[in-house]
């Protein structure tokens, strides 16, 4: 039988590809080929953090990534990262961050560099 830390690497890589749907504790279990009270208390003990708390630094990791690198809407970066509801995912990205989702775009969003060159192809008074 594989080593529990091996199968604990599974049900990781799990909740990091399946983050933007609904991942439950049986599934994560299931992956890590133990009992669902078993695998809680092995995953706390090897990785320091919840399942849930994992799969909630995951979204917010990916969350944070959409922000600073797309103009997608923040509901729409909301449902993208999996969260059905724009009320949790401000709070939960709040809790991990420590400011909301549209603070923290403002705060990192980079600017787009147009070049002069382009812009003038487009000028109004041609």
Do not use: N, W
């Not at 830390?5 to 909740?15: E, G, K, N, Q, T």
């Not at 630094?57 to 509801?85: F, N, Q």
């Amino acid at each position: 039988m594989t080593p529990l830390p091996d199968r604990l690497a599974s049900s990781l890589d799990l909740i990091d590809r399946e983050y933007a749907r609904r991942v439950t504790i049986a599934e994560l279990a299931r992956a890590a080929g133990c009992s669902r009270f078993h695998f809680m208390r092995a995953f706390r003990r090897a990785y320091g953090v919840t399942p849930g708390q994992r799969l909630r630094a995951r979204r917010a990791a990916r969350a944070r990534e959409l922000l600073t690198s797309t103009a997608a809407p923040v509901t729409d970066v909301c449902r993208l990262v999996g969260y059905r509801s724009l009320g949790t995912f401000s709070r939960v990205f709040h809790e991990i961050t420590r400011e909301s989702p549209s603070a923290f775009r403002r705060r990192t969003r980079k600017p787009v560099y147009i070049p002069s060159c382009f812009t003038r192809m487009f000028r109004a008074d041609s």
